[in-house]
C-alpha cells in the first residue's frame, strides 16, 4: 500500500499531515506534480515531476496506482479512474469518495460545468479552514488504520 497525492492542487496545510502519517505508519508517499514539490528529507516521502501539461499528474497516478493504495485529490475524474483501480480516494478536506458516491459527484460536477459553460456564476470552493485540515487528518487516520493493521 502507499500514498499517492495529486501535489498540483493538494493545500499546503495538508502536507505535514502526510509527511507525518508517512513516516508514523512507514508507508510510500508519492507527490505526483508538474513541478517540483518540497518535501522533507525521509525515506518514506517521493517527489515525482511530470511534464507541463493537461492532466498529465492525473495520468501518472491513474497508470500506477494499485488496489489498496490511498489516492488524496479532489478531481473527480481521477477519483473516479482510481476507484475503479481498487483505490481509495480521500479529498484534501476529509471527504471519502467510494463506488457508492462516485457517480453522484460526476453528475454534479459535469451539471456544474454545464452551468458554468452556460454564463452562471457558480461561485467558488469554500475557503480551506482549520476544520478541513482536521478533517482531512482525522480521515486520513481511519484509513490508514484499517489498511496498516
Request: charged fraction near 25%; aromatic fraction near 8%.
Amino acid at each position: 500500500m502507499q500514498i499517492w497525492v495529486d501535489a498540483d492542487a493538494c493545500p499546503n496545510a495538508i502536507k505535514p499531515i502526510l509527511f507525518k502519517a508517512a513516516e508514523r505508519c512507514e508507508v510510500l508517499c508519492t507527490f505526483v506534480a508538474n513541478m517540483a514539490v518540497a518535501l522533507p528529507p525521509s525515506k518514506w516521502l517521493v517527489r515525482k515531476v511530470v511534464p507541463s501539461g493537461f492532466d498529465e499528474a492525473d495520468t501518472y497516478i491513474e497508470e500506477n496506482v494499485s488496489p489498496g493504495d490511498v489516492v488524496i485529490t479532489s478531481d473527480i475524474p481521477l477519483a473516479s479512474d482510481c476507484i475503479a483501480r481498487g483505490a481509495l480516494v480521500l479529498t484534501s478536506k476529509g471527504e471519502q469518495y467510494t463506488t457508492d458516491n462516485i457517480k453522484q459527484k460526476l453528475g454534479m460536477r459535469d451539471f456544474m460545468d454545464q452551468m458554468r459553460s452556460s454564463g452562471f456564476d457558480t461561485g467558488g470552493a469554500a475557503p480551506f479552514g482549520d476544520k478541513d485540515k482536521a478533517a482531512f487528518a482525522n480521515a486520513l487516520d481511519r484509513l490508514l488504520a484499517k489498511r496498516v493493521h
